[in-house]
């Protein structure tokens, strides 16, 4: 009886911290459906292309589209580690988003802000082995970016989406 009253009054105080499931109503849902009408406008270099298809494929883009995302992205590698000959052991990549979703209708902008990550990599003998290290990495990072832009963007949906009766 006590377990029964106690978790009684856990769903009673969860059900009043307003949390609210981001995807509710599954893909016919209000953010579901406003993340596919998202277009990706194109971005520019190998960085920009990874993260285009990244987008593309978490956004789930069909139809007639009502946003478009830009952006303009930062890929930066930088040696950390030093030997005494100066060869480099280590480097960091770098890669960083700034976003704007843009209302199609009229052109304003709806969200501007942010993203970005980075990796360490490996810097061995083998000059192959390291640029493979350094593609998978930008690779990586493109996945890692584009989640956080789509987590951004469904968030800013939900709390600006009308309230269903």
Excluded: F
Excluded at 42 to 62: F, S
Excluded at 143 to 148: C, N, S, T
């Amino acid at each position: 009886m006590k377990r029964a009253l106690g978790l009684a009054a856990v769903l009673l105080a969860l059900s009043g911290c307003g949390l609210h499931p981001l995807y509710s109503g599954g893909s016919s849902g209000t953010v579901a459906s406003t993340l596919a009408q998202v277009e990706v406008a194109p971005i520019q270099g190998k960085a920009g292309w990874l993260m285009a298809n990244a987008l593309r494929d978490r956004l789930h883009t069909g139809g007639t589209p009502r946003y478009r995302l830009e952006m303009k992205l930062d890929d930066q590698i930088a040696g950390l580690g030093v030997r005494r000959d100066n060869s480099v052991t280590r480097e960091r990549r770098t890669l960083r988003a700034r976003y704007q979703l843009v209302d199609l209708a009229n052109g304003s902008v709806l969200l501007d802000a942010a993203a970005g990550s980075d990796a360490g990599i490996d810097v061995v003998k083998s000059e192959y082995a390291t640029i493979a290290a350094e593609n998978t990495a930008l690779e990586r990072l493109s996945g890692i970016v584009a989640d956080q832009i789509v987590a951004r963007v469904a968030t800013y949906v939900q709390r600006t989406a009308p309230e269903a009766p």
